[in-house]
């Protein structure tokens, strides 16, 4: 009988970066067991299914319905292994609220199925002791859990967990191999966006993330605390002036990039349910006449279909990390702003450290200017990065499919 996988994945409703951890999870499970049968969670479902070729639950992943609880308890009870994971959902440095959510859902799945493996999760910033201590104690749960880089171990390790219940390797969305991006889809987007027939022959991606917004660390995340704020009647602005000196920063940084690149700009915004599009927007407009520009604004593109975009790029200068992930695992020479350390991570990984960028840097004079120098010297050294990355990935890959395998090895 085929092997039942129940996969929990993150926000595949409106995360483009949780999505390409999912396809490579998919493309991981299948490729170590063909006959698999794999169920995903989402709130949508036959857009999922079409996309994943998988069964999906109707179901939102945070939800918060004691029904829903129940009905994925009794799906996980169903099913050989729960795979957990994809993303940076243990941490306390956006809320806490969140990280108890899972702590008690996560616990309680694992009284009705004991075959949980935590799935290349990164373990994000985390100052409170009591939010380490949970940490440790829902990691505990799974038989198995999986991170995505050594310091994520290592944070682990350091707060209690046992050593061999810790596996580290890559994240998954390095998997797909990108297909060149077809004359159907180029035909298609050009007919959406109202662009020049050539606009993807000569094109820069920029994957932004708004930041120095909202106070860190706060009991709820910050989308539920504006609704909460909005609803009392109270101004909803967190009115920190870095955030008005980082968007001046960003809209001279594009000017750059349009300027040392001699491209055309896209812009993605990589999760449609936060303020990505709407900065996309703003900085696009910013760039004015230098090039021409557009923002992939419309959510009708499946992973493999972003991925193939992506893979035609020059260049990438990425501040969400799954922009660079996607673009690095295509082979796109990137750059990346990290806001926290996962970023920095990643590009150790892949030997790029010198082209990854503290996103405090952009507070300071000159950081357009910089970028600009650092894209010139990746775009004229593109033969020599695109090798590298090339045998870079495929460590990558390698140490994604052993993880896997020896964490179901022992299930």
């Known amino acids: 009988m085929a092997r039942r996988i129940l996969l929990m994945n993150s926000d595949l409703a409106a995360n483009r970066g949780d999505r390409a951890i999912a396809e490579g999870i998919v493309a991981l499970v299948r490729s170590r067991d063909p006959e698999a049968r794999i169920t995903g969670i989402s709130q949508y479902p036959e857009r999922d299914g079409r996309w994943y070729d998988i069964d999906v639950l109707d179901m939102d992943f945070q939800s918060l319905s004691p029904f829903a609880w129940l009905r994925l308890l009794r799906e996980a009870r169903r099913h050989d292994v729960v795979l957990w994971g994809g993303g940076e959902i ?74 061999d219940r810790v596996l580290a390797a890559s994240d998954p969305a390095v998997l797909p191999r990108p297909e060149p991006m077809s004359q159907e889809l180029r035909a298609s987007l050009v007919a959406t966006y109202g662009l020049a027939d050539d606009f993807f022959d000569d094109v820069v991606c920029i994957g932004p993330r708004d930041w120095f917004h909202y106070k860190q660390s706060g009991l709820l995340p910050f989308k539920y605390r504006q609704a909460l704020l909005r609803r009392l009647g109270r101004d909803v602005t967190v009115g920190d002036e870095r955030h008005e000196a980082y968007l001046a920063s960003l809209r001279s940084t594009v000017r750059e990039v349009a300027q040392a690149s001699g491209s055309r700009l896209l812009f993605l915004p990589m999760h449609m349910g936060e303020a990505d599009t709407a900065l996309c927007h703003d900085l696009a407009a910013a760039v004015g006449d230098l090039t021409q520009t557009c923002v992939l604004d419309q959510d009708d593109l499946g992973p493999a279909e972003l991925r193939s975009v992506i893979s035609s790029a020059r260049a990438m200068v990425g501040f969400r990390l799954h922009s660079n992930i996607i673009a690095i695992s295509s082979g796109v020479p990137s750059i ?76």
């Open 90 to 163: 243990l941490k306390d440095y956006t809320n806490k609220a969140a990280l108890w959510y899972w702590v008690v859902k996560m616990t309680m799945l694992s009284f009705v199925n004991r075959k949980v493996v935590g799935a290349f999760q990164g373990i994000g910033p985390t100052r409170s002791a009591s939010s380490r201590r949970l940490i440790a104690l829902v990691v505990g749960r799974c038989r198995r859990f999986i991170v995505r880089d050594d310091e994520s171990r290592d944070k682990l390790l350091g707060w209690g967990v046992d050593a």
């Open 336 to 411: 990346n702003v990290y806001y926290v350390d996962k970023g920095r991570v990643f590009f150790d990984q892949v030997g790029m450290s010198r082209y990854a960028l503290p996103i405090e840097d952009a507070l300071e004079d000159g950081f357009g200017a910089r970028v600009g120098g650092l894209l010139t010297t990746l775009l004229a050294e593109s033969d020599e990065v695109r090798a590298s990355l090339e045998e870079a990935t495929a460590a990558q890959r390698a140490s994604v499919a052993a993880a896997y395998d020896e964490a179901l090895r022992v299930l």
